[in-house]
């Protein structure tokens, strides 16, 4: 209970700061060292980027439109304000391959969104492999998970940051990271999961070159909510040889609505085999 209150206050902290942040951008503009991203640019909608940060320049077409969609981006989004009227509400949509924003238009003019995130946005072709830290350890987070399926997808708000929507069985994530010693090492994934939602069987593998390496199976656990993400030790994997690998989660049995929601999987070198 209390960390589900802890993660409760500290989701309503992030949305105050977020809001309280923004109502001062009215007439920002673009900073000058921000340097064009042609792949995110369309008709009506020129961006830029500036290390944790993403603008967008929308024309009076667009803006009147009320809605810009842009490719899917490796980065967890902190804030995402229209800077000439930062009282207005943007939702973000995300999609399994790109990500929608919209908005309630406030009069014929251009509109400028700014968008912030946790790291630096990058396409999923430039997001680099997980690599391990000083004491072995490899933290693989949302952002950098790759989908498949219908409907799986990388949710990038706030208050979310997750692999979500795991509700059909075929759907499938992973994951590349790098081991830098053999040995068996113990696997966490910070996860959530509505009330009356766990139990579902799923199995998580390590692989090289498409030869299975290791595996574990694993259940579900109840967080009573999608958004209250706790702590699920799933097991040990041992692995023969360093390299890169693929970690891929991969549903067995989907027991009620969805699979669950995965913010973030910690792989820890063990000192000796459990």
Not at 200 to 215: C, F, G, I, P, R
């Amino acid at each position: 209970m209390l960390k589900n209150n802890l993660y409760s206050l500290l989701t309503v902290t992030s949305a105050f700061v977020a809001l309280t942040a923004c109502t001062s951008l009215a007439g920002e503009t673009v900073p000058e060292d921000a340097k064009s991203w042609p792949e995110l640019s369309t008709d009506g909608v020129h961006a830029h980027v500036g290390e944790n940060t993403l603008w967008l320049q929308v024309d009076k077409v667009a803006s009147q439109a009320g809605r810009v969609v842009i490719p899917r981006l490796c980065a967890s989004i902190r804030s995402v304000v229209w800077c000439q009227h930062p009282d207005v509400l943007v939702n973000v949509a995300p999609e399994p391959n790109e990500w929608i924003f919209s908005w309630k238009p406030q009069g014929d003019e251009d509109a400028l969104l700014k968008i912030r995130f946790d790291t630096q946005p990058l396409l999923p072709v430039d997001c680099p492999i997980a690599t391990p830290n000083g004491d072995g350890s490899v933290m693989l987070h949302a952002y950098q998970a790759s989908t498949f399926g219908e409907k799986l997808r990388f949710e990038p708000q706030w208050y979310k940051n997750t692999v979500g929507y795991w509700a059909v069985a075929t759907d499938y994530a992973t994951w590349k990271l790098k081991l830098d010693a053999p040995g068996t090492y113990s696997v966490a994934v910070l996860q959530g999961c509505g009330s009356g939602q766990g139990g579902s069987d799923a199995k998580l593998t390590l692989s090289q070159t498409d030869k299975v390496e290791a595996e574990v199976a694993f259940q579900t656990i109840d967080t009573g909510h999608f958004q209250n993400f706790r702590w699920n030790h799933l097991g040990f994997v041992t692995v023969t040889t360093a390299g890169e690998y693929e970690l891929r989660i991969t549903p067995v049995r989907i027991a009620k609505g969805a699979l669950f929601d995965v913010r973030t999987i910690h792989l820890v070198k063990q000192a000796t085999a459990p």
